[in-house]
Each structure stands twice: as C-alpha cells, then as structure tokens.
C-alpha cells in the first residue's frame, strides 16, 4: 500500500529544519546587522541546506551542518555587500543597526542604549570574530560546537573570541566616556 | 574577594553555569570594579538580546515556500527520481485504466473522498508525526508528565516574590508545536483552525496567506497562534481533526532554573532597593544623597530588568507557541496520500488526470481564442491569394484557347 507515499524530501527537511530555524534566523540576523538581510541569508542558507540534504549523512549533527552553511551564507552575503557599500559608508548614510529584542517603551533608557551600542559594536567587528561572539556570547554553545561550526580548533576559536570580546569592550568604554563618539571611529581606533 | 581575572573566567562562562556562591561573588565584584560591572551587564544583555527577538512569522513561512517550490523544480528537471517520469507515464495508463473500471465498478463519489477520508486517515499520518518528534524531540511521554504542572503557570505574573515565599515551585516549561497540515478542504479547514483557537481561548498572532487555488497556484496558510497552555492538549486533539498532519514537531523547553534563578536576584534587589530608600530618608548630606541615588537608579534598573525577563518567560510558559502551515493539496497530491484506501487513491488519480486534461483543453482553447484575430488576417491574405491565382489562371485559360484559334 505504501508504493504511492513515502514522505517527500522537502517534509523531511521542514522536520529536521524547523528544530533550528530561531537560531540560524539570530544568527544571520547578528551577522547581517539588518532584518531584510537576515531574512534573505536564512533562507538563501535553508534553500542551500536543501539542495544539498541528500549529502547530509548525520556525521556532523544536523545542527552544525546547518549552522556552518548559514555562516557560509552570511559571509558571502558580506563580501558581496562589501563591494557595493562599506560599514562606514552605511552609517553614513544614516544606517541603524536592527533594534530586535529592544526593551519596550518604559523600561530603563541605558539598557536600550546598552543594546544599540553592542549591535554596533558588534557590526564593527571582523566577521569571523562576530560570529564567534554571537555563537558564543549570544547563543552560549560551547567551545566544541563552535570549532565544528566554522571548521577551526578550539584554541583559534578561544583566541578569536578574546579579541572580538576586548574589542568590543573598549568600544563600549569609549563610548561611555565620550557618548558624541562615533562608533566609526572606535572602529577606525582598532585598526 | 575575587579578582578581576577570576571574574573574567567565570564570565567566560554562559551563566546558567554558575553555582550560587560564584554568582554572589561575581555580583559582588561587579558592584565595587566598574570595568567588569559593565562587562557583566553586556555579556547579560547580549544573552538577553537574542531570547527576546522574535523571528518573523514572514520568515518562516517563506523558505518552507521556497523549499516546496524547490522540490517540485528538482522533480520536473528529474533530479530528484530520473526513473519517476518512465513509472509515472506507465502508472498513469494503469490508474487511469483501473480507476475509470474500479469508479464504475464501487459507484464512488468524489465528494466521499473528501473530507472524511482526510480525517478518518489521521492515524495513519500520526504515526509520521510520532516518528518526527522521537527522532528530533526526545520523549513525547515527557510532555503528558508535566502538561499538568505547566496549567497554573502565570499565576504568579505580578508577585513572583509571594510564590518563591510559599516555596511552590511550578516548572517553568516552555512548548512549541509546528504542524503541517495538507487539506483538500482548503476553505473549511482554514476556518476550523480559526475556530479551534478561537474556542480554546487563543489568538492568532501572525498569519500569511498565499497562492489563489488554481491548479499551479495551490493555497496556503502560515499561522503562528497563541494557544493558553492548559488548553494545548485539547487544542491539538481538535487540530487532529483538520485534514492529514504531515509533519509534526513538539519541542519542550525547561526554563525553571533559570527563572527561579532571577527571581531570587530580583528579591535581592528588591530588598536592596528597601533599604536604600531607608537610608535616603535618613540621609543629611547632600553628597550621601547624590550616592544613594545613583544607587537606587542601577538597583531600579536590574529590577525592571529581571522583571521584563520573567514577564517574558510566563507570557511564553503561559500561552505556548503553535506554528501551523496549512497546504492545499491537488487531486495529484491527494493520490500520493498513504491515508486513503487504495480505491480512493484511484478515484483521485483519475480526477487529477481528468483535471490535467480539463487544463490542457482550457490552455488550447484560450490559444484559439486569443489567436482569432492572427487567424482572421491570414484567412484574408488566403482568400485574396487564392482569388489573384484563379483570376490567373481563368486568364491563361481564356488566352489558350484564343492562340489555339489563330
């Protein structure tokens, strides 16, 4: 009776796809810095996930496998911004970084303008260094995982996550003690 | 007293790691060294950051869209079965041939195979949905065993102080379903999931809607719904009842650690914020006042702040998350279903076959139609074609016989 059914590729791939869908939209979402963007690589990253699901053979765990093409994805989608229009460039332009997870109106205006001052801080990192925060300091996977994800030992991955946390800490500090401060030039400090 | 290394490899980290007497001093050293008291409130908000973003129900529903699309692309092109197109033109002879018999043969209406057959088959697409949740979820059993503790959940919403002091610790469990449901009833299937939240108490949060229900454009419905968690269970059971559940995805997430973790922080700091406002009633010196105040205003903020996070995590304990995709099937799709019997499944290849063939003779006779007026002009250019080579040849007729004649 069963030679009429069997349940599709694309059913099985929505099953094993929708346990991560949350994370893997966060994550292009704190890659991307930009709501329209992480839309577009999280499904760009889903659909690639897709074509290539027949070669999924669970050695890796679905988790990682999925997480390693969405960060693929995003750097690609970097590169190609890159060539368009730079991260000063944007903030010239009047570019805001994504106000997701804001705390609603009434609640502390320092924790709001916490929020805005790590979403830009974060944007002024490297990429490799901001997807190492973000898996680890927004997503508290652990070190092992991580290494998985973007294919390299655990210590790069310590090391990478120290320099992005110290970068990081200095743009926040200086953006405490001179609040006019433009985060291009923190950035432009790092260099 | 920790030093400022220490701290820093503590907060290395996540903090649902700590134990209680590491968080007491991580705490305490933030309170007397700036630079790691703001390090700790970053590494805190970044955390916080992402459990409060919500993802775009918009989102969702797309790249399940565009992975569908993509399958049924990678069919045509037949990358995905290249033996399916020779067994399909084979089978279709067959089915078309045994169904035509077995319609005539039974007296089977189309309209029985409906609906009825979509909900009687159910189990049958049950057993896929138990298969996605053990192989994806865990234990399915774990839900039932604490479904019943998750009922009173919010109840202590605006006094989370008063249910750590009666020490009655309800679990803090997050659910999520995600459901595929394929129907041939699209219409009335969509208007049941309505009903069916409506009924038990839920909302619709978010919902997108696509396709116009044409043959190349089937319908489909993504909705996230709110559905109170003491009524989850009877909410399922109905859902149930709405065509064939094809997928089917339950996640369970326990949060009562963490959550009892920030209400003892927040009791700290509620106690904290008594006594400094006692001592701002004692206080003469102006300076002294300053000190307190700036005090007050960072104990203020750690209160708002873990009472915006436990707000956050009893609205999503308290009224679950059902994600529910809503699939319009052809007559084609309804022959593939493995819940109907194989007479029905007959029944529906025919009509799928009859369908294709109705959409070929519509494609035709929109072509003749739309190709009247190219038809018409190269009628006239025909017919006065046709006349200029009779008038030539009458005249050749007439001029043979005359030079015969001379």
């Given amino acids: 009776m069963s030679i009429f059914h069997r349940q599709s590729r694309a059913e099985r791939f929505e099953a094993l796809a929708v346990q991560h869908e949350r994370m893997l939209y966060l994550l292009c979402l704190r890659m991307m810095g930009s709501r329209e963007d992480a839309e577009d690589c999280a499904q760009e990253a889903l659909l690639r996930a897709y ?4 070669r999924f053979r669970g050695e890796a765990g679905a988790k990682t496998w999925l997480y390693r ?13 890159q060539g368009t229009l730079s991260l000063e460039a944007l903030w010239e332009a009047g570019f805001e970084p994504v106000e997701t997870g804001l705390p609603q109106p009434g609640e502390a205006l320092e924790r709001r303008e916490l929020r805005r001052q790590i979403e830009q801080a974060l944007q002024a990192l490297p990429p490799d260094q901001r997807a190492v925060m973000i898996l680890r300091d927004f997503q508290q996977m652990p070190y092992n995982e991580i290494a998985a994800v973007l294919e390299l030992n655990e210590g790069t991955v310590k090391s990478r996550l120290n320099r992005a946390r110290e970068k990081v800490k200095n743009i926040l500090i200086s953006a405490e003690q001179n609040p006019s401060a433009s985060v291009q030039e923190d950035e432009g400090r790092q260099k | 007293m920790m030093d400022c290394r220490t701290f820093a490899l503590l907060l290395d980290r996540p903090e649902g790691e700590w134990t209680a007497e590491e968080r007491q001093q991580m705490e305490a050293h933030a309170a007397q060294c700036a630079e790691c008291g703001a390090l700790l409130a970053m590494r805190r908000e970044m955390a916080a950051m992402d459990a409060e973003t919500e993802v775009p129900a918009a989102f969702s529903s797309s790249w399940r869209e565009k992975v569908y699309a993509e399958e049924k692309k990678m069919s045509r092109q037949g990358k995905l079965f290249p033996w399916k197109r020779a067994v399909a033109a084979v089978a279709a002879v067959a089915v078309l041939a045994i169904g035509t018999t077995a319609s005539y043969l039974n007296g089977w209406g189309l309209q029985s195979a409906g609906k009825s057959a979509d909900t009687s088959g159910y189990d049958g697409g049950y057993g896929a949905m138990n298969y996605a949740a053990e192989s994806y979820d865990g234990s399915p059993a774990l839900y039932s065993a604490k479904s019943a503790s998750m009922t009173a959940a919010g109840a202590d919403w605006d006094v989370p102080a008063e249910a750590a002091a009666n020490n009655t610790r309800e679990e803090k469990i997050i659910r999520t379903i995600n459901m595929t449901i394929k129907t041939r009833q699209y219409e009335a299937d969509y208007a049941l999931i309505r009903k069916l939240t409506e009924e038990n108490g839920g909302r619709v949060e978010s919902l997108d809607v696509s396709g116009d229900g044409s043959a190349g454009s089937l319908r489909r419905a993504s909705f996230v719904l709110r559905v109170p968690s003491e009524r989850l269970d009877a909410f399922i059971a ?30 700290t700091q509620q106690v904290k914020m008594q006594r400094l406002t006692a001592l701002m009633e004692k206080a003469e010196d102006v300076s002294d006042l300053i000190e307190l105040e700036n005090a007050v205003s960072e104990t203020q903020y750690w209160i708002d702040y873990y009472t915006g996070q436990m ?15 809503l699939r319009e099937l052809s007559s084609a799709d309804a022959a593939e279903t493995k819940t109907l019997s194989l007479g029905e499944r007959i029944v529906h290849a025919v009509k799928a076959s009859a369908e294709t063939a109705g959409e070929v003779l519509q494609a035709m006779l929109i072509f003749l139609v739309a190709a009247l007026p190219w038809i018409a002009v190269l009628a006239v250019i025909t017919l006065v074609i046709r006349a200029v080579v009779r008038k030539r040849k009458a005249k050749r007729a007439a001029k043979t016989p005359e030079q015969g004649d001379a």
């Fill in chain 1, 69 to 81: 093409i969405a960060y693929n994805t995003c750097i690609d989608a970097l590169r190609k911004r």
């Fill in chain 2, 311 to 325: 707000n956050g995590v009893n609205s999503r304990v308290q009224d679950s998350y059902v994600n529910i995709t």
């Fill in chain 2, 238 to 267: 109905g859902a149930k009842g709405v065509g064939t559940v094809s997928a089917y995805s339950e996640s369970s997430d326990d949060v009562s650690e963490s959550y009892y973790d920030m209400q003892n922080r927040l009791q």
């Fill in chain 1, 51 to 54: 074509r290539a699901f027949d």
